[in-house]
């Protein structure tokens, strides 16, 4: 069969013959439909996690003016699911500090979508303190501790933002807060005239985060266990652990004297580690107290804190090395 070709000759055609093809033209375009896309741009400003964290050793910031230390790195991640739970775009983003203001944006369909931005620091650019698994979904999706014991580097910053995108462009402004809280454990009062070392000892519960939900989880056994062992020549000492929230933080101190004999000490149970909620513990092993104090409102030169020893010799800066 011979197909007929039919030519439109426009220069024959009245003006109702052209509007009539204009019509018939769009009509037709307008049966695929032209999906209109939008931008959602994200802000952080992780600055605020430590702008307030002082060492009450020596009252300096933890992180001066937001840096970290040489090899470390502040990573800030964001994660982007659709209305289904599904992950749309995971994008991580590495600063030198937390004063370094951290921005993304995504060209996006009209529709609901969560947005969630998480800073946590690394060590050449590796995942250091925490990890993230299941990311592929936010049913599943967690954050949950990484092969290293979270100390000083252990920040754990979260912010998490439902927006409909309808018509129009959205941006967002973020200031993420503490997943955690930073305790300094100031174990004092160690009497070495009949004490050899003390060996203390906190479990780590829990270690995990669910994003979708809010809540924490416990999916391993950990715990910190740390030995103090001056020879006689200090009488106290700091340590450093970013701890996830804990109705019952269980620290157990043993003692050894001369003999190596071990004298087992006092369990505490210490309730409410609470998110933002920084601490110093003051562990005073000749009495078997327990001080509990807001980091923000100590200082060196407390009555909670005994400076008598930082005058000896130079092996406390290596003690108090930031973990």
Same mark, same amino acid.
């Given at each position: 069969m011979q197909l007929k070709r039919h030519t439109i000759s426009l220069g024959k055609m009245n003006g109702n013959g052209i509007i009539i093809l204009l019509i018939l033209f769009f009509t037709s375009c307008s049966g695929d439909e032209v999906q209109k896309n939008y931008q959602l741009s994200v802000q952080v400003n992780n600055y605020s996690l430590v702008q307030s964290l002082v060492n009450p050793y020596d009252n300096t910031n933890f992180f001066s003016n937001g840096a970290v230390d040489d090899g470390y790195a502040v990573r800030t991640t964001?994660?982007?699911?659709?209305? @289904? *739970? &599904?992950?749309?775009?995971?994008v991580s983003t590495i600063k030198s500090s937390f004063s370094e203001n951290v921005s993304v944006s995504k060209v996006l369909e009209n529709g609901q979508y969560t947005v969630i931005s998480i800073v946590d620091v690394v060590y050449n650019n590796l995942?250091?303190?925490?990890?993230?698994?299941?990311?592929?979904?936010l049913s599943s999706a967690s954050i949950t501790m990484a092969s290293k014991i979270p100390g000083i580097n252990g920040i754990l910053g979260f912010h998490k933002d439902v927006v409909t995108i309808n018509g129009s462009a959205i941006n967002l402004s973020v200031a993420p807060q503490h997943l955690g809280a930073l305790y300094v454990f100031d174990?004092?009062?160690?009497?070495?005239?009949?004490?050899?070392?003390?060996?203390?000892?906190?479990?780590l519960t829990p270690d995990t985060y669910l994003i979708n939900t809010g809540t924490?989880?416990? @999916? *391993? &056994?950990?715990y910190s266990s740390d030995t103090f062992d001056d020879g006689g020549v200090y009488s106290e000492?700091?340590?450093?652990?970013?701890l996830l929230p804990n109705s019952k933080l269980a620290?157990?101190?043993?003692?050894?004297d001369k003999s190596n004999k071990?004298?087992?000490g006092p369990l505490c149970s210490y309730a409410n580690v609470a998110a933002g909620q920084h601490k110093i513990l003051k562990i005073d092993i000749g009495n078997s107290?327990?001080?509990?104090?807001?980091?923000?409102?100590?200082?060196?030169?407390?009555?909670l804190i005994n400076k008598s020893y930082l005058k000896t010799n130079n092996r406390v800066s290596a003690a108090l090395k930031l973990k």
């Open positions: 964001f994660l982007l699911y659709d209305s @289904s *739970g &599904s992950l749309v775009s995971q995942d250091y303190c925490w990890t993230f698994k299941n990311l592929s979904n174990i004092c009062n160690v009497n070495y005239s009949t004490i050899r070392y003390v060996a203390y000892k906190y479990y924490f989880s416990t @999916s *391993g &056994s950990y000492y700091y340590d450093y652990k970013y620290i157990e101190d043993d003692t050894y071990l004298i087992k107290t327990y001080i509990s104090t807001t980091l923000a409102s100590v200082k060196s030169s407390s009555s």
